[in-house]
């Protein structure tokens, strides 16, 4: 009986100690799983990095998808009809200009060798029918300096025929004559080589005014398109401001040159002016000396 109740201690005592040595591991079990669910939540925080470090995603998000699509032909495309009728117009202008540019090169240059060659020819001149037979040969026809010379000789031959004198006291009168009928043929050189001017002038003042009225309307349309869907976002909004803006650009593209040109040539037509001038005085002082000689 005694070996029974030591036997029952003995087991009580052994089952309590179990009891005690299992219970640590019994207590953690339930943070096992704790360490698995933080690779999952890894995944999760790199997420927003790794779209960061996407540029192109990012460039999608704001643009819309439209991203390298936006062209100058492309948002020409979708430009509402009047900004298109003024970039139409802008680029029409800009080519007339560029093709005045070329005509009057090419005017001015066979004008120039025209002159030269006249002016050779001139001097070579002894009496005043030979400067009326020079200023009249067809190769010089047209010529501003030849047709001032074939006036003031004309003249001079005129009052001949009217048997009005030409020397001694009415030399005077005579060369004033001749005078006149050459500032009757310069009063008439301006206008004439100043063709294309005032087309060049109107696209270089006012080009730019039309490209700024073609954005004014292109972006009044794309703030009502954001009234209309209610939203600011870029995607929306980029777009229709730089159809907008490419109006602009067009106006100064067409208005720089014209301005450029037609300085150039202004330039070109006051050293003209400025030649025929010269030449002018050099034939009345060429005319009295032949008179003065009786010649």
């Not at 067009?250 to 400025?274: D, E, H, K, Q, S």
């Amino acid at each position: 009986m005694l070996n029974s109740k030591k036997t029952n201690i003995l087991l009580a005592m052994a089952g309590a100690a179990v009891l005690m040595a299992s219970s640590p591991v019994l207590a953690q079990a339930p943070a096992e799983p704790t360490p698995a669910a933080a690779p999952a939540a890894a995944p999760t925080a790199m997420a927003p990095a790794a779209d960061a470090a996407n540029p192109e995603s990012m460039n999608e998000a704001v643009g819309g998808g439209h991203g390298g699509d936006i062209t100058p032909i492309s948002m020409f495309m979708e430009a509402t009809v009047i900004v298109k009728v003024v970039m139409i117009g802008l680029l029409l202008a800009s080519i007339l200009s560029w093709t005045l540019l070329l005509i009057k090169l090419f005017e001015f240059g066979a004008l120039n060798r025209k002159t030269d060659n006249f002016l050779e020819t001139f001097r070579g001149a002894r009496t005043i029918a030979d400067m009326r037979a020079v200023s009249t040969q067809e190769e010089f026809d047209g010529n501003p300096l030849a047709d001032m010379a074939a006036a003031a000789t004309e003249e001079v031959e005129m009052s001949r025929q009217a048997g009005l004198s030409v020397t001694g006291d009415h030399l005077d009168s005579a060369l004033g004559r001749a005078a006149a009928a050459v500032t009757a043929v310069q009063s008439g050189l301006a206008l004439r080589l100043s063709g294309g001017q005032q087309f060049l002038a109107s696209v270089g003042s006012i080009g730019p005014f039309v490209g700024l009225f073609g954005t004014v309307y292109g972006i009044m349309n794309s703030f009502i398109g954001i009234a209309q869907s209610n939203t600011t976002n870029l995607a929306v909004v980029a777009p229709g401001i730089a159809e907008a803006l490419l109006a602009t650009g067009i106006g100064l593209f067409a208005a720089i040159p014209a301005v450029v040109f037609y300085n150039y040539f202004n330039t070109r037509i006051a050293a003209y002016g400025t030649r025929a001038d010269g030449f002018a005085a050099e034939l009345l002082n060429g005319i009295s000396r032949q008179l003065d000689k009786g010649a």
